[in-house]
C-alpha cells in the first residue's frame, strides 16, 4: 500500500496550496481518506476527512471555512485544497486511509499513511 502526498510549499499567508494523495494497493473506493497534519514540537492533529464515495465530510473547526477535502476514485486520489494559509497552518501535512467511516479524528483509527509533504506559511 502506498499512499504518496504532493504538493506542499512555501507560500505567503493569506495563499493558497492544493495537495493531493495518490492511493496504491488498496480499494480505493472503499476506504475513507483523512488528512492530519503535525508541526514541529506538536502532536498530529486532525484536520479533515472524506466518506468512501465522497458524500460526507468531516472537518476539524481549525479547517472549517478555509479548507476543503475532494476525492477522484477513477484517479485513486485525494485532495486538501487550502486557502487563506495562515502560519500556524505550518506543518507536514500526511494522507491516511482506513476501511469503513471516515468519523474517525484519531490518528489510531487510520490504517495506512503517506509520507507527508511540508506546507510552510509566511506571514
Known amino acids: 500500500v502506498q499512499l504518496q502526498a504532493s504538493g506542499g510549499g512555501l507560500v505567503q499567508s493569506g495563499g493558497s496550496l492544493r495537495l493531493s494523495c495518490a492511493v496504491s494497493?488498496?480499494?480505493?473506493?472503499?476506504?475513507?481518506m483523512a488528512w492530519f497534519r503535525q508541526a514541529p514540537g506538536k502532536e498530529r492533529e486532525f484536520v479533515l476527512s472524506?466518506?468512501?464515495?465522497?458524500?460526507?465530510?468531516d472537518y476539524a473547526d481549525s479547517a472549517k471555512g478555509r479548507f476543503t477535502v475532494s476525492r477522484d476514485n477513477a484517479k485513486n486520489t485525494v485532495y486538501l485544497q487550502m486557502n487563506s494559509l495562515k502560519p500556524e497552518d505550518t506543518a507536514v501535512y500526511s494522507c491516511?486511509?482506513?476501511?469503513?467511516?471516515?468519523?474517525?479524528?484519531?490518528?489510531?483509527?487510520?490504517?495506512?499513511w503517506g509520507q507527508g509533504t511540508q506546507v510552510t506559511v509566511s506571514s
Open positions: 491516511a486511509a482506513r476501511y469503513g467511516p471516515q468519523t474517525f479524528p484519531l490518528p489510531s483509527d487510520w490504517y495506512y
Open positions: 472524506i466518506s468512501q464515495s465522497g458524500d460526507r465530510t
Open positions: 494497493g488498496i480499494t480505493f473506493r472503499m476506504y475513507s
